[in-house]
């Protein structure tokens, strides 16, 4: 559930004696040794439970389903990007980055436009038609007024973990304080010219919603990393991918730069937006060619745009090289 200094909050599946539903748990250290990271969101097993201390010992990380990198929880099913209509102003470029974090996850992927009190109806429209032309259903809502609140509690109330991430000061705390009215996590006020947020969450922690539904609070941050390949950057926006459809680009190894004849073109609203976050990616590749996807070392890697866990040595070498294969293969 959470990560606390040197220890874990494990959340039982099965209440124990005592009805004990969390334990504080320490990490076994051979845990340590094979790399293995423990997330928020992990799945483990626990021994040596000490149940009047509520204190027990982690002994194993089951495998993950995904990853989300950063904010880093594993196994969520929903990443629910969260950015301010205004205060601070809602910046297109910073949004398309945490979408495309959002998305190498391979889970579903919801886009909350919070402080919709601040703006009138016809502006709340235009981002709302914007975002729907990206390829998105974005839920417009207000902590301080409730509107909205309600209709995104029944769309996040279903089994799974969902995540909340987003830059400062957007208001994500907020939202969970307006969707669980007994957490009273702390919020403050935005500050500046640039009315930025004051990193007031500093870790990331699961909240039950409903009946089998968690939802993570995490400390917002800025600006998101961009995939370390250049080529993985395409299909991470639905835009691309609904104009690739199944038959994909006539060209081999197309970047959709816009060329002529490229299927996917470039009127659409974020091509702009497309090839600045190409040649940001391209640059990093450039300054750091051998740079791993720090996928890889929390055990698991980029697939098209999913990640999967890592394989045995001997069959991941197997499978990197199909992969190229088809990668070149004519569409
Ligand atoms: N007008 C308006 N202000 C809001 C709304 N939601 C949050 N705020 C304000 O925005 C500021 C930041 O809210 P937080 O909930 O702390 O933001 P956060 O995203 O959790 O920020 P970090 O924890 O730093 O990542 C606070 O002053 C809130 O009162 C809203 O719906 N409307
Ligand atoms: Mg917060
Ligand atoms: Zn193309």
Same mark, same amino acid.
């Given at each position: 559930?959470?990560?606390?200094?040197?220890?874990?909050?494990?959340?039982?599946?099965?209440?124990?004696?005592?009805?004990?539903?969390?334990?504080?748990?320490?990490?076994?250290?051979?845990?340590?040794?094979?790399?293995?990271?423990?997330?928020?969101?992990?799945?483990?097993?626990?021994?040596?439970?000490?149940?009047?201390?509520?204190?027990?010992?982690?002994?194993?990380?089951?495998?993950?389903?995904?990853?989300?990198?950063?904010?880093?929880?594993?196994?969520?099913?929903?990443?629910?990007?969260?950015?301010?209509?205004?205060?601070?102003?809602?910046?297109?470029?910073?949004?398309?980055?945490? %979408?495309?974090?959002?998305?190498?996850?391979?889970?579903?992927?919801?886009?909350?436009?919070?402080?919709?009190?601040?703006?009138?109806?016809?502006?709340?429209?235009?981002?709302?038609?914007?975002?729907?032309?990206?390829?998105?259903?974005?839920?417009?809502?207000?902590?301080?007024?409730?509107?909205?609140?309600?209709?995104?509690?029944?769309?996040?109330?279903?089994?799974?973990?969902?995540? %909340?991430?987003?830059?400062?000061?957007?208001?994500?705390?907020?939202?969970?304080?307006?969707?669980?009215?007994?957490?009273? %996590?702390?919020?403050?006020?935005?500050?500046?010219?640039?009315?930025?947020?004051?990193?007031?969450?500093? +870790?990331?922690?699961?909240?039950?919603?409903?009946?089998?539904?968690?939802?993570?609070?995490?400390?917002?941050?800025?600006?998101?990393?961009?995939?370390?390949?250049?080529?993985?950057?395409?299909?991470?926006?639905?835009?691309?991918?609904?104009?690739?459809?199944?038959?994909?680009?006539?060209?081999?190894?197309?970047?959709?730069?816009?060329?002529?004849?490229?299927?996917?073109?470039?009127?659409?609203?974020?091509?702009?937006?497309?090839? +600045?976050?190409?040649?940001?990616?391209?640059?990093?590749?450039?300054?750091?060619?051998?740079?791993?996807?720090?996928?890889?070392?929390?055990?698991?890697?980029?697939?098209? +745009?999913?990640?999967?866990?890592?394989?045995?040595?001997?069959?991941?070498?197997?499978?990197?090289?199909?992969?190229?294969?088809?990668?070149?293969?004519?569409?």
């Amino acid at each position: 559930m959470a990560l606390e200094a040197n220890f874990c909050r494990v959340q039982l599946d099965q209440p124990g004696p005592g009805g004990v539903q969390q334990l504080l748990c320490v990490r076994r250290t051979r845990l340590g040794k094979t790399g293995q990271q423990i997330c928020v969101g992990d799945r483990v097993r626990v021994e040596g439970i000490d149940w009047p201390e509520a204190r027990a010992a982690i002994a194993a990380l089951e495998p993950r389903r995904s990853l989300l990198e950063r904010p880093a929880v594993a196994n969520c099913s929903r990443v629910v990007v969260v950015v301010a209509l205004a205060q601070p102003q809602l910046d297109p470029l910073q949004l398309t980055r945490f %979408l495309l974090t959002a998305e190498r996850t391979g889970v579903d992927v919801d886009v909350v436009l919070t402080k919709a009190d601040l703006l009138s109806e016809p502006e709340q429209a235009q981002w709302r038609d914007r975002l729907k032309a990206w390829g998105y259903q974005p839920h417009l809502l207000s902590a301080h007024s409730g509107a909205g609140v309600e209709a995104l509690r029944e769309h996040l109330a279903q089994p799974g973990i969902a995540v %909340l991430c987003g830059p400062s000061g957007v208001g994500k705390s907020s939202l969970l304080n307006a969707l669980v009215p007994e957490l009273a %996590l702390r919020v403050s006020a935005v500050s500046g010219r640039l009315q930025r947020g004051r990193h007031t969450t500093r +870790h990331v922690e699961l909240f039950p919603l409903a009946p089998g539904a968690l939802l993570a609070d995490s400390p917002g941050f800025n600006r998101p990393d961009l995939p370390a390949d250049p080529a993985a950057l395409a299909v991470l926006f639905p835009e691309i991918r609904e104009r690739l459809g199944d038959g994909g680009c006539r060209f081999k190894n197309c970047l959709h730069q816009g060329d002529p004849g490229c299927v996917v073109g470039s009127s659409w609203d974020r091509h702009p937006l497309y090839l +600045h976050c190409l040649a940001a990616a391209q640059q990093q590749a450039a300054r750091e060619p051998r740079l791993r996807s720090s996928a890889d070392a929390a055990g698991l890697k980029q697939r098209g +745009h999913r990640e999967e866990p890592v394989l045995d040595q001997r069959l991941r070498t197997q499978s990197r090289r199909r992969r190229r294969q088809s990668d070149h293969e004519e569409p």
